[in-house]
């Protein structure tokens, strides 16, 4: 894909403005901030993003995407049903090891940040979260039609415990820097799959 | 327990200082935007906490004084073993329920802003984390030796996944308000206890 020279310094902009938000927050997230890291002129920002509120905006598409190609896409991309849970954890987990930001997830910023701000931004940043549900919802349906998890499998309830091993593995891998945190999200992952699989014929 | 003047107005500064904290995050806790929320000048808020880092740690400790008050106290105050486990979880949640802060604990904005930032304000993050989790274990250390818990429950396993839960539930309630939260951590547990819990003889 051939980008012109303006969508090249958008790119550019927008990979520094996920940087600082990774570490400041959203709230750190000024223009003025932004402008000095990228040594270009406020009035040059401006150009590419019409307000703090475009630029936010933009960021946390961004990263919806790249959380999208790194975890979602592939695990939906497995054979139907338990490889695909299988799958998005692992991507999960590697995502959260990776160094692709220099500090916390953005969208975790967001989270945070946002959920006592009522305004178009939370309204993003829940749609996106409330559409990652779906997707695990849509897995768990997928694994009991397969015949991988029980009928008495309730998928709603199954999401609510991956999101939650996801944010302990993030919280016990991030801050803590706990060198089991890895383990225990597995083991946790294993024990839930445990509860729901089928007794083997 | 009778204070001075001095102290009064320390608590009234910590109490706005907290509230900021929970909308703002650590870093928007600014000594010129909590001045003009007290109506108080620059120089009388420093004579009261003599830098921004000062106030930042006594805005955690405080956080963290509450929490133990309102969640683990009691939650200990219980019979050993299973009756302080369920205390805790309900302490925990009705801990994200209420109405203490204007927007998100302020320890959970602290793990997410300082977990790429070295230095003593992290340090006292994660020692408290780590506090509140060997408290966990010792929980569940006693929920084996009371029998509640069978011979194989690993306290540290069982410690991980009742803090994925807690922050599931913060997810689901605070950002995403979905009013099954409660129903699915409490879900989560009760599975989680049956999971180690030994079988009735």
Redesign the interface.
């Known amino acids: 894909m051939v980008m012109s020279k303006g969508e090249r310094t958008k790119a550019v902009i927008l990979d520094e403005a996920l940087a600082l938000t990774?570490?400041?927050?959203l709230?750190?997230l000024t223009i003025g901030i932004l402008a000095e890291r990228l040594n270009m002129s406020k009035s040059g920002l401006f150009a590419h993003f019409g307000s703090k509120e475009m630029l936010q905006q933009a960021v946390l598409e961004r990263a919806v995407e790249m959380f999208a190609d790194f975890v979602v896409r592939p695990a939906l991309e497995q054979p139907r049903g338990r490889p695909q849970l299988d799958m998005l954890l692992e991507r999960w987990i590697a995502w959260d090891m990776g160094d692709r930001f220099?500090?916390?997830c953005p969208l975790?910023?967001a989270?945070?940040?946002?959920?006592?701000?009522p305004g178009p931004l939370r309204d993003y940043?829940?749609s996106a979260?409330?559409r990652l549900?779906q997707v695990l919802i849509g897995i768990v349906r997928a694994a009991k039609e397969e015949g991988h998890l029980g009928p008495a499998t309730?998928p709603?309830?199954l999401a609510?415990?991956l999101?939650?091993?996801a944010?302990?593995?993030t919280?016990?891998h991030?801050?803590?820097?706990h060198p089991?945190?890895g383990r225990?999200?597995r083991?946790?992952f294993a024990?839930l799959m445990d509860?729901y699989e089928l007794p083997p014929r």
């Open positions: 990774s570490l400041e927050g709230n750190g220099p500090g916390a975790q910023c989270a945070i940040e946002l959920d006592d701000k940043v829940v979260h409330e549900r309730d709603e309830q609510f415990e999101v939650g091993i944010y302990g593995f919280h016990m991030r801050l803590m820097c089991d945190a225990w999200a083991a946790a024990a509860r």
